[in-house]
């Protein structure tokens, strides 16, 4: 059995009463919340790494906002730059502020590679924290380059996540991990098998979902909220294999709880404590802490694809499908049998749910504004289930043309993960700089593969970049080679929601699924528009708020940190052709 932690890392007395004066950021420890969050005013303490040995600098041969420091500049000095940056994670809005910085400093070319100062941290504070360069890259010929090759990831997330298999920097362990863990996520004998138990839990949800809207008098409802709980839902009930009344149980503060404890640890690279409470992060990481432990007990037992082969005969296998006997929880026995399991827990909860969640938040956002799409997506919806008789099997969500590219297009449009991926250089390289030249970038320097800029890039997709348009023209690759739901990653050199391989997303196909699968049955049964405050958005500024996953604003909250809301007006469609089980409508 692997060995179980304590989880976040939290402070001894010593940092509770922290003043920036009295504080010694050089002990090795965890630093407390409070320290982390407002990590500039302990500024004069931060060793400034960015200059090497042999005087090389990055902010000085690339373009950045640190070349704007000075009297009569737009900086004061770096700690200026910092403050801006931690402003803008702190509401949100990292991925606004990097397309603007790349406007300003990079001639507008939105396929420029640039770089930004941070406060990069490490776990149990090993290393103090320090203030280094981070290259932000965006140029095609860059990214995908440097993500195959450079898969050692930057320390920061294991403030955290420690050495899970998500953010450990050690690549031979993270090597293991994922080798160890792939078996869950294979299509045909994992996904097939647990199909049934997420098919189940989305019909109960349409039945959930009519139920709300009948008893909401302008039917209104916070659909981002809906698809998070239900997402959590099918995670819990189908990969994790637990009970419907222990997911129903802890599906609504297990959510808030690392929410509190992912934002407090590390997606705000700089820190800010602008709306940090130390005893609601304290609360929120002890309930965590718990869950995880009741969780821990629970995945004893559970059958993985390696046992359920060695019970299942070969003549039971099949194409489609492969089923297998006692197949239940398949990524809780990898969990169970596996090192680092608190980590790995914490992982697959955190990276596991809000993603997809979001990514269907978004696809409803635009289908809600384009009434012609959605049609065109209803007759989809009821096709499908008159061709299969509401008997739906695994490879049916195979044969889904206009959902695929909907949900590509929401992939492209609103990156659920604008911050792409974070990287640690194992050796020299060089990336394109100003006006084309090769740029040498050092072994051991931190580069940041985002996808937002090159998503929305008018130079690689053309003037309508900003526009949703599922029926633009996307590569072979970026379709996926005709291969959707199987183990191709659809990728492209200007495109990589699940990033590049081969430190790629474990679980995309699961999520390509589970999105399939719920957002068939709502164009099957529900008619939506934008409603509540959602309603008034403004599209120059209503960008999403990034959390180190992106959802949409809630447009109703005017106090406090920014949170998530997307309100829309739910009607239940009376020419539903095919009755779905589980789902009669009242009207």
Not at 518 to 535: D, M, Q, R, S
Request: proline share 6%; charged share 20%; hydrophobic share 35%.
């Amino acid at each position: 059995m692997g060995s179980v932690r304590k989880p976040l890392e939290m402070p001894d007395t010593e940092w509770s009463t922290a003043k920036p004066r009295k504080v010694n950021l050089n002990r090795q420890g965890p630093l407390h919340v409070e320290v982390r969050a407002n990590i500039l005013e302990y500024y004069d303490q931060l060793k400034d790494i960015s200059r090497l040995s042999d005087g090389y600098c990055l902010n000085e041969v690339l373009p950045g906002p640190l070349k704007d420091v000075g009297n009569g500049k737009r900086y004061k000095n770096k700690r200026h730059v910092l403050e801006d940056l931690a402003e803008a994670a702190v509401n949100g809005l990292s991925h606004v502020s990097w397309m603007d910085l790349q406007k300003r400093y990079c001639h507008g070319k939105s396929t420029a590679n640039f770089v930004i100062p941070i406060v990069s941290f490490t776990q149990n504070n090993s290393r103090p924290p320090v203030i280094t360069d981070l290259v932000i890259l965006s140029h095609p010929d860059d990214c995908e380059r440097i993500a195959r090759a450079h898969v050692k990831k930057m320390p920061d997330q294991g403030i955290f996540l420690g050495d899970g298999v998500l953010s450990t920097t050690d690549v031979d362990m993270w090597r293991e991990q994922r080798s160890h863990f792939i078996e869950s996520f294979l299509p045909n004998a994992s996904l097939a098998n647990v199909f049934p138990v997420n098919l189940a839990r989305v019909q109960k949800s349409m039945k959930n979902l009519e139920d709300m809207v009948n008893t909401t008098s302008d039917r209104v409802i916070n659909m981002n909220e809906f698809l998070l709980y239900e997402a959590m839902a099918q995670l819990q009930l189908s990969l994790f294999g637990l009970s419907e009344s222990f997911m129903d149980e802890t599906n609504v503060p297990l959510r808030r709880a690392f929410d509190s404890v992912a934002e407090a640890t590390g997606v705000i690279s700089g820190g800010n404590g602008k709306y940090m409470d130390a005893k609601t992060v304290t609360t929120q990481a002890t309930y965590a802490a718990t869950w995880i432990a009741r969780y821990i007990k629970r995945t004893q037992g559970k059958v993985g694809v390696s046992e359920a082969k060695d019970i299942t005969q070969p003549e039971e296998n099949s194409s489609s499908g492969c089923p297998m006997r006692g197949l239940a929880g398949p990524l809780s026995a990898r969990i169970a049998d596996g090192d680092n399991m608190y980590e790995n827990a914490a992982t697959f909860v955190f990276a596991g749910h809000d993603t997809t969640a979001n990514t269907m938040t978004w696809l409803l956002f635009e289908v809600s504004q384009n009434k012609n799409l959605q049609q065109r997506l209803q007759q989809e919806a009821d096709e499908f289930f008159a061709r299969t008789n509401g008997n739906i099997q695994y490879d049916d969500l195979k044969s889904l043309p206009l959902l695929g590219r909907c949900i590509l297009e929401t992939l492209r449009l609103w990156p659920v993960v604008p911050n792409g991926t974070f990287r640690e250089l194992l050796f020299d390289d060089v990336v394109v700089g100003p006006n084309g030249q090769p740029v040498k970038v050092p072994k051991g320097t931190y580069v940041q593969i985002t996808n937002w800029m090159r998503h929305r890039s008018p130079e690689l997709w053309g003037p309508d970049a900003g526009v949703f348009n599922p029926d633009r023209e996307f590569t072979e690759k970026e379709l996926g080679s005709g291969l959707p739901m199987a183990g191709f990653n659809p990728s492209s050199a200007r495109f990589s929601p699940f990033t590049y391989g081969p430190r790629d997303c474990m679980g995309r196909n699961f999520a390509q699924m589970e999105m399939r699968v719920i957002l068939l049955h709502l164009f099957h049964n529900f008619k939506f528009e934008l409603g509540g405050t959602t309603a008034r958005y403004n599209p120059d500024t209503f960008l999403g708020i990034n959390r180190g996953t992106m959802g949409p604003q809630d447009l109703g909250k005017t106090e406090g940190a920014p949170s998530l809301a997307l309100q829309l007006q739910v009607t239940p469609r009376r020419d539903t052709q095919v009755a779905v089980p589980g789902l009669q409508s009242k009207l």
